[in-house]
């Protein structure tokens, strides 16, 4: 069964930097693109970034460009989202996402972003 568990959330100040973390099972992790995505409070949910099987391609939505990094290690299991300049909008539930013949989602972490 693929699962997906997301952590690192917290409470942060705007500039400040965090790290979240996805770790996946049950499928064969290396061979599928993973993705992060956010959704504020009465928001839809939004792509925030793309990472593909081997980590060579990267892509990103522009509100996060320069500030946000995705990454994975693949001995691991595990994508990461580094998360640097954060700003107030940047809070949401963060959620980890593949597509092993259907979507499959984390529970999501919260990241807040508030002085």
């Known amino acids: 069964q693929v699962h997906l568990v997301e952590s690192g959330g917290g409470l942060v100040q705007p500039g400040d930097s965090l790290r979240l973390s996805c770790a996946a099972s049950g499928f064969t992790f290396s061979s599928y693109t993973m993705s992060w995505y956010r959704q504020a409070p009465g928001k839809e949910r939004e792509w925030v970034a793309d990472?593909?099987?081997?980590?060579?391609?990267?892509s990103y939505v522009d509100s996060v460009k320069g500030r946000f990094t995705i990454s994975r290690d693949n001995t691991k299991n595990t994508v990461f989202l580094q998360m640097n300049s954060l700003k107030s909008e940047d809070t949401a539930v963060y959620y980890c996402?593949?597509?092993?013949?259907?979507?499959?989602w984390g529970q999501g972490t919260q990241v807040t972003v508030s002085s």
């Open positions: 996402r593949t597509d092993v013949g259907r979507a499959y």
């Open positions: 990472i593909t099987d081997t980590g060579g391609v990267t």
